[in-house]
């Protein structure tokens, strides 16, 4: 279904950016495409569609990193954002904290052993019988201003780990119990709660949100210690993904930020989710760079072989970072796009 649903979406979304941009396929210097990490199914339709405009109109083609794009699109609003930077990237789907040191040069620091802190969000709205027209996020954040953070008492993930990583699996169903135990049925909406059972929903949501974030925040300060180490020139801290728009999160990171004398960088939300700019803005930083693929073949057959990459971390995980849950999941995994870089890069010279 998902790559039906690519397929379907394709060429109308590609007609529609260029249309909106005033150019056709000729006027580009280049095409980008997202060649990994993803399901390939749906990888393939970009990439395929990307290699038939490169082919036709005889223009070179640059795969891109589709986690790299979500940090370095702050690089397209903020464009005095120099190396080294910090990065959390936060949405449904990720949850990862990375060291950029230079272009195609990073160090991943921690990542989620479970879920990433938007399905957690999810999960909660859903159960707290939100509406999730917005998805769960926004209705968490909205419900939680209501209600007492202090309330419940659900303890932090990993707090006995002095790393890096991220688990959110294990408070969702601290969530999920309380919910239980307090009898809330997610069939009533919100809106014809009582006023008793609204405001323990709202004690629910915001003290759920607050140990979520909590998470966050102590991740972010032990990962701001290790990248100094490295980076004793370190000044910003970028977060992006979809749950960078929320202003709690925002406002407790800017709080830690603060404390270690560094900036909070956050794209606007329309650039934080999934987007066609932070891959487009990608492609134009390493064009620049001479790191592209030569135009493709005009003809090439539709089942032809592509190089993609549904497995495929960003940087080498930091030696204080390696979390053994993890590390039993290491099958066809591709060679991280650091160590392709640097192996070219040893190649030139
Ligand atoms: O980046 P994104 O649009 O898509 C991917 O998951 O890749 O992120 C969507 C996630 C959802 O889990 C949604 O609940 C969460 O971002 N989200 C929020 C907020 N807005 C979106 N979470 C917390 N607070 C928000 N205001
Ligand atoms: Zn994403």
């Not at 749906?42 to 070179?60: D, E, Q, T």
């Not at 449904?92 to 272009?103: F, K, M």
């Not at 993930?157 to 969530?175: I, R």
């Not at 930083?285 to 190089?307: L, V």
Request: with cysteine; charged share 25%; proline share 5%.
């Amino acid at each position: 279904m998902a790559e039906a649903a690519h397929a379907e979406a394709i060429d109308p979304v590609v007609e529609k950016a260029l249309s909106e941009a005033n150019l056709t396929a000729r006027d580009l210097s280049a095409v980008a495409v997202t060649i990994g990490p993803g399901l390939s199914l749906c990888l393939r339709v970009g990439v395929r569609k990307a290699r038939n405009i490169a082919g036709l109109f005889s223009k070179p083609i640059v795969g891109v990193h589709h986690m790299e794009a979500h940090a370095l699109v702050a690089r397209l609003v903020q464009q005095d954002l120099q190396f080294p930077f910090l990065a959390l990237l936060i949405s449904g789907g990720h949850n990862l904290l990375i060291l950029a040191q230079s272009l195609g040069q990073y160090v991943q620091l921690g990542t989620t052993i479970d879920d990433a802190i938007g399905e957690a969000y999810d999960k909660t709205a859903k159960w707290l019988g939100l509406d999730m027209r917005r998805s769960g996020g926004p209705a968490i954040e909205q419900l939680a201003l209501e209600g007492d953070a202090e309330s419940v008492k659900f303890s932090t993930p990993m707090k006995q780990h002095k790393d890096c990583n991220f688990s959110y699996a294990g408070l969702k169903t601290q969530v999920r119990l309380a919910i239980e135990s307090r009898k809330i049925n997610a069939q009533i909406p919100l809106s014809s709660a009582t006023t008793q059972d609204r405001s323990e929903r709202a004690d629910i949501a915001a003290s759920f949100q607050r140990v979520a974030v909590l998470h966050l925040e102590e991740r972010c300060e032990r990962a701001i210690d290790w990248a100094m180490e490295m980076e004793p020139s370190l000044k910003y801290l970028v977060v992006s993904g979809g749950v960078a728009s929320n202003k709690y999160v925002r406002s407790r990171l800017d709080q830690v930020v603060k404390r270690k004398s560094l900036e909070l960088v956050c794209p606007p939300a329309s650039l934080c989710t999934d987007n066609g700019v932070m891959i487009a803005w990608t492609g134009i930083e390493h064009f620049r760079m001479g790191r592209f693929d030569p135009p493709p073949p005009a003809e090439e057959p539709d089942d032809a072989m592509y190089d993609l990459r549904p497995r495929w971390p960003l940087g080498e995980e930091h030696v204080k970072g390696r979390s053994e849950a993890r590390s039993l999941r290491t099958a066809r995994i591709h060679p991280s796009l650091t160590s392709i870089i640097q192996e070219s890069l040893q190649k030139q010279s």
